[in-house]
């Protein structure tokens, strides 16, 4: 059952747009890019916290909620509460997942483009600025620095909204039950190195660098749904109910490679964060710190025209 939850969650969760498939070089002026890529999304701390919270039974809860067994009381149902809120809050930061994204850039001037992406649930837009290399304008002028025909440098800034709801009707009925609320907004900022193959990457490139995540979330939970899964009041049973806003930092790194010819690209990529998701209030019965690394495994198709 756990193997087929952690599957269904894989493959359905929505979360904030952090892969990084952009080359130094920002897309020439007047130019279009548009792609689409497979995205993963593993971290090692939801892992952990998503397998503590199954091994109390979700339906247990459900059957509490609806009447058709007792109401928890004491250390016991306590500890069902926190095991569970544990599960749906981490889940919700950082999710176990793979989807698809799609994106499109346009190269609105010399050293800028624009670009927008759809990825499972979540839009994001952002803007690049090229540094480093050629830009190849029609008046033959190069970029702020210009290290040679072969090497682009890029610095982006990128923001992204998500409203989250649990991606399998099982959990869903888990957070329905706890009247959870979740939203995050997201500023990434991206530099990116690239090393072009071909002259103004004819036959694409291979980039890395390095990311800087600012996630700014707010989360709750509905005070008469938690107490209804109760015998005695939430006072008696020294229960406090969390609602805050917080924000989460996550340092990272990435390497992509992009390779075709002129028009069509494949890219694989390889985002590496670093995240301290800080202490959290359970309800009063425990603080629980969350802190791991997500891996973000991409590969995709791109297009240009």
């Not at 548009?34 to 979700?58: C, F, H, Q, W």
């Not at 982006?156 to 706890?178: A, T």
């Not at 990311?211 to 709750?220: A, H, Q, R, S």
């Not at 998701?277 to 603080?287: A, E, P, V």
Request: proline share 4%; with cysteine.
């Amino acid at each position: 059952m756990r193997f087929f939850l952690f599957t269904l969650l894989f493959f359905a969760s929505c979360n904030a747009p952090r892969a990084n498939l952009e080359t130094g070089r920002v897309t020439p002026r007047g130019k279009f890019t548009v792609g689409a890529d497979m995205r993963g999304n593993i971290p090692t701390e939801t892992v952990s916290a998503l397998y503590d919270g199954l091994k109390s039974s979700v339906d247990d809860a459900y059957d509490v909620a609806t009447g058709n067994s007792a109401k928890w009381t004491g250390e016991t149902g306590r500890q069902n509460l926190a095991k569970l809120v544990d599960a749906l809050v981490i889940f919700s930061m950082d999710p176990l997942a793979w989807g698809f994204d799609f994106r499109a850039r346009y190269g609105f001037y010399d050293n800028f483009d624009l670009g927008i992406k759809y990825d499972s649930g979540a839009w994001a837009g952002d803007v690049r600025f090229q540094f480093m290399g050629p830009t190849n304008t029609k008046n033959g002028r190069g970029s702020l620095i210009d290290y040679g025909p072969r090497w682009y440098g890029s610095l982006g800034i990128q923001y992204s909204s998500i409203d989250y709801k649990m991606p399998i009707s099982y959990l869903e009925k888990l957070q329905d039950i706890l009247g959870y609320e979740f939203t995050r907004k997201d500023i990434l900022i991206p530099i990116a190195f690239s090393y072009s193959l071909g002259p103004n990457e004819t036959f694409g490139a291979i980039s890395f660098g390095m990311v800087y995540n600012l996630g700014m979330i707010k989360y709750g939970f509905k005070e008469d749904m938690i107490a209804e899964l109760f015998e005695r009041s939430l006072e008696e049973e020294g229960i406090t109910v969390p609602s805050e806003d917080r924000s989460i930092h996550a340092f990272g790194g990435f390497l992509n490679i992009k390779l075709g010819y002129r028009w069509v690209y494949a890219i694989a990529s390889l985002s590496v964060y670093y995240q301290n998701y800080g202490k959290y209030d359970i309800f009063g019965i425990r603080s629980k710190h969350f802190s791991g690394l997500t891996f973000i495994p991409t590969l995709g198709l791109m297009g240009t025209f």
